[in-house]
T-cell receptor, first 114, second 117 residues
Framework: DQQVKQNSPSLSVQEGRISILNCDYT??????FLWYKKYPAEGPTFLIS?????DKNEDGRFTVFLNKSAKHLSLHIVPSQPGDSAVYFC?????????????FGKGTKLSVKP | DTGVSQNPRHKITKRGQNVTFRCDPI?????LYWYRQTLGQGPEFLTY????????KSRLLSDRFSAERPKGSFSTLEIQRTEQGDSAMYLC???????????????FGPGTRLTVT
């Protein structure tokens, strides 16, 4: 069963507008969440993270929001740029779990059109 | 370049052959991870090392798979008697040991794409 779900396989946004990527999770024991960006033929690149004790974390154009009661997080990119076009993965770590085991969603492909 | 490096980047092999991949983590990162990614999926955890100790293995890691990190630096992942279902991207990641601040970020290499024919 998919514990981390990214229900939108793709998203298309105009340059300069906001991109909102969504992620839902089912395991209430998850205590840390991360977003990764992946270009073709490259490994995932860490983007931004948030601990479950927070509801928002911001880094430049990227903001992650966490709604624990809804088991939902989202990544906002403002303003979107063509270079942001990539696949975005949401990942989660389980409280009390090993340091190794990040659980990833299937990804959302973002296309930012000039 | 001080990022995670993986070799080879691509490997084509025939079913039944053995293959070995290498990962060099970021210097001084004591934690190293292997993941597998297939088309349309996110990375799936395989195994994790802290220094030279293999601390966790996923049930995805069948007995045909073995990983080592002999001196706590680079790591190798070997697949014996490869099957077509082993075709995937094999990703390596590393992370530092957190001191004052807990962080779980892992830094990935470019991956090794394995094709089993």
């Amino acid at each position: 069963d998919q514990q981390v779900k990214q229900n939108s396989p793709s998203l298309s946004v105009q340059e300069g507008r906001i991109s909102i990527l969504n992620c839902d999770y089912t395991n209430s024991m998850f205590d840390y969440f991360l977003w990764y960006k992946k270009y073709p033929a490259e490994g995932p690149t860490f983007l931004i993270s948030i601990s479950s004790i927070k509801d928002k974390n911001e880094d430049g154009r990227f903001t992650v929001f966490l709604n624990k009661s809804a088991k939902h997080l989202s990544l906002h990119i403002v303003p979107s740029q063509p270079g942001d076009s990539a696949v975005y993965f949401c990942a989660a770590r389980r409280y009390g779990g090993s340091q190794g085991n990040l659980i990833f969603g299937k990804g959302t492909k973002l296309s930012v059109k000039p | 370049d001080t990022g995670v490096s993986q070799n080879p980047r691509h490997k084509i092999t025939k079913r039944g052959q053995n293959v070995t991949f290498r990962c060099d983590p970021i210097s001084e990162h004591n934690r190293l991870y292997w993941y597998r990614q297939t088309l349309g999926q996110g990375p799936e955890f395989l195994t994790y090392f802290q220094n030279e100790a293999q601390l966790e293995k996923s049930r995805l890691l069948s007995d045909r798979f073995s990983a080592e990190r002999p001196k706590g630096s680079f790591s190798t992942l070997e697949i014996q008697r490869t099957e077509q279902g082993d075709s995937a991207m094999y990703l390596c990641a590393s992370s530092p040991r957190g001191l004052a601040q807990v962080s779980y970020e892992q830094y990935f290499g470019p991956g090794t794409r394995l094709t089993v024919t």
